[in-house]
């Protein structure tokens, strides 16, 4: 059969060498910007027109989006066969997985798997029972304990471990905590109920104490990609390396420069380390970069050189570019706001668009000076890191009620959903879930039928089969009982109506309930139509983001605010080497996200509160981070501008060898 795809012409040859070398372990380290998703989506068009059989392919994500894109593209440069290529993301594959074969870990298959809120709620039920809401008040609450348990999963390593290296001040605390872990896990199977941590955890488990199911599935997927390797937790890794049990057909891609996410438990040992796990590995560079200016690529391989421990790679692209990036002092947090403010207006009438600018930061309330002066000026933005669509009241209501009627023993469900209606508080809403939990027809005792709306709802349970009717008609019986209740319970549920349909058009879309469930749970839409940022509209806007929002997006145009000591690196890291490093990534990837222009902004005066308490600092100012100290990249590698100090010279006197720190 001839081949359809010219892959020497469409792809450089690193990229060329990824895509076609197929067989045995492949390392792919895609520097920032040199093209990962198109090896990924070029390899697996190759192999399906090699004859391998779609299904046998398994391309494993982050995001669900990123697949559903990869085999679009796929398609478009082969054929609809790629459409059919296993991919998803790691929590969506194991609970395919687990819903196949959770017998064999003694679960049913119909388990509901708890988002964050629904788990923090669990976590808090056990609290609440073991006493331990009226225990001394340094015990921790329940988003702390929920985040201690799952860094321990995550980071396979003991409760104890987190809490002596995190949470100091909990150490009294660990045996209990410890059997606070247990209990949450004894209390979810109970409930058949799953976090996000258990769809790793038991698909792990099984596949490691199952060799018959291991082989069938190792030999079902020949050939495994996975991306963005280097945010993989320990429990990912080992799933993947279970799955090439009878073949080593296996290409990760991913930026050792880029592993910015060991606060999810990402390991960034995973991505080093992999060419030992699998001997013979094939290691290929992408190192020509399509996004950036090179002198832009000449700052972010300076600042990356520098890093203890990494693959060696140095970025280049045809783009050669005439701008330095540019470092900016200002006299201080607002001086800061304002340069933008003006640099922006400029960009505008040069004809760069507000949406091909951002902002960056290494944490959101290091904008929130800057966001008062956009408002001010009416530049529209819209600021990223903020609460999710599945996240807001209302959704998680209307989501209640659907848990509850897939799962009648969902706890956290019936409480929500009970606790909306009026006369209902905590109390009575556990007394009669404990009397539900001896009923198997939603009967209750009279006292509490008679309670403000207790009858009508479990009347609508009653009428409902989610085995016979779709996600869409059920959700639109429970918005008919649901609605009257937005409008007693929330004042502004004009505002929340827009999502609540969205919500129903989502549902419409499914044939199964526990499909509808699990997409909700996994990975929901991402943005509320709730508080959504007035001016963002069509005109544009400008972006503000974390750096961790950041990652994998790019615009003409990027401020980097805040780059001083304390805020990046962050003072939270400081005392870690591990961390420093980390920082040190976090900076790569925020310098990275720029096209044209990079702007590094560095505000002389700090006046927090942790500023004052801190004697490391110089006096009043602050100083410039270490990642522009090193290699003396205001040297050689920006264009340093100090005329923002010019207005305050009757104030303060600026001197670069006096406030420059010592490494410089």
């Known amino acids: 059969m001839m ?34 998703t198109r090896v990924l989506v070029y390899r697996t068009a190759c192999l399906v027109e090699q004859g391998v059989r779609p299904e046998q392919i398994l391309l494993l994500t982050f ?25 998803g993301t790691f929590h969506s594959f194991a609970n395919s997985v687990l819903r196949r074969n959770a017998r064999h870990i003694g679960m049913s298959p119909n388990f509901t798997i708890l988002d964050q809120s629904d788990a923090e709620s669990a976590i808090n039920n056990i609290r609440t029972r073991m006493g331990l809401n009226k225990a001394d008040k340094r015990f921790p609450k329940k988003k702390m304990l929920l985040s201690i348990i799952s860094k321990s999963i995550n980071k396979s390593v003991d409760v104890d471990d987190i809490i002596f290296d995190e949470h100091p001040s909990y150490l009294e605390w660990v045996d209990l905590i410890r059997h606070f872990k247990q209990e949450y896990q004894e209390y979810k199977k109970r409930q058949s109920l799953m976090d996000y941590d258990d769809l790793l955890i038991y698909t792990s488990e099984l596949l490691i104490k199952n060799k018959a199911l291991r082989q069938q599935m190792s030999q079902h997927y020949k050939y495994i990609m996975v991306d963005e390797y ?26 050792d420069s880029q592993s910015i996410y060991s606060f999810r438990g990402a390991h960034f040992r995973n991505i080093i380390n992999f060419p030992k796990q699998y001997p013979g590995t094939r290691v290929i560079m992408l190192e020509e970069n399509y996004r950036s200016s090179q002198p832009i690529l000449n700052l972010t391989n300076e600042v990356i050189q520098s890093a203890e421990e990494k693959y060696e790679k140095n970025l280049f692209t045809r783009n050669k570019g005439e701008k330095l990036p540019v470092y900016v002092d200002t006299v201080n947090e607002n001086a800061q ?27 959101g309330w290091h904008s929130n000076d800057l966001e008062v002066e956009l408002a001010s000026h009416a530049i529209p933005f819209v600021k990223y890191g903020g609460q999710k669509f599945a996240e807001a009241a209302h959704i998680k209501d209307a989501i209640s009620f659907m848990q509850v009627i897939f799962n009648p023993h969902h706890e956290v469900g019936w409480q929500r959903v009970l606790k909306l209606l009026e006369g209902i508080g905590s109390r009575t809403a556990d007394q009669i879930i404990a009397e539900l939990k001896q009923s198997s027809s939603y009967k209750v005792s009279d006292k509490y039928m008679k309670k403000g709306q207790v009858k009508s709802l479990l009347d609508l349970f009653k009428r409902i089969e989610p085995e016979k009717q779709s996600p869409g008609d059920i959700m639109e ?27 129903a058009g989502i549902a419409a879309r499914y044939d199964s309930l526990v499909s509808f469930l699990t997409d909700m749970a996994i990975e929901p839409p991402e943005k509320s139509l709730v508080d959504k940022k007035a001016g963002a509209g069509e005109e544009g806007h400008v972006n503000l983001s974390t750096i961790h929002s950041a990652k994998g997006l790019e615009w003409n145009t990027v401020f980097l605010i805040f780059v001083a000591e304390g ?42 509160a942790r500023a004052r308490q801190d004697n490391n600092r110089s006096g009043q100012y602050t100083r410039v981070s270490r990642f522009l100290g090193e290699g003396r990249i205001l040297d050689g590698f920006v264009e340093v501008e100090r005329n923002h100090w010019q207005d305050y010279t009757d104030q303060f006197t600026y001197s670069r060898n006096s406030n420059w720190p010592d490494y410089i």
């Open 230 to 255: 280097q945010d993989t937790n320990l429990m990912q890794a080992d799933i993947t390396r279970q799955l090439t049990d009878t073949h080593k057909n296996i290409m990760v891609v991913g930026d």
């Open 337 to 363: 706001s304002k340069y933008i403010i003006q640099k922006i207006k400029e960009l505008q009438d040069q004809g760069v668009p507000l949406n091909e600018v951002a902002v960056l930061f290494r944490s």
């Open 477 to 503: 019986q429970v918005m008919e009982f649901y609605l009257p209740l937005v409008m007693r319970v929330y004042d502004d549920y004009d505002k929340r109506m827009n999502d609540l349909d969205s919500l």
């Open 63 to 87: 995001t669900r989006r990123a697949s559903r894109e990869m085999l679009n593209r796929a398609s478009q440069v082969l054929d609809s066969r790629c459409q059919q290529v296993s991919g």
């Open 567 to 608: 805020y990046l690196p962050s003072y939270q890291s400081m005392d870690s080497r591990e961390g420093i490093e980390e920082e040190r990534r976090l900076f790569y990837v925020a310098t990275t996200r720029a096209k044209e222009n990079l702007v590094l902004l560095r505000p002389q005066i700090d006046k927090s």
């Open 3 to 36: 081949q359809k795809i010219d892959y020497q012409n469409e792809l450089n040859e690193q990229q060329y060498q990824a895509v076609v070398s197929t067989a045995g372990p492949h390392l792919v380290i895609a520097g920032a910007g040199s093209g990962k």
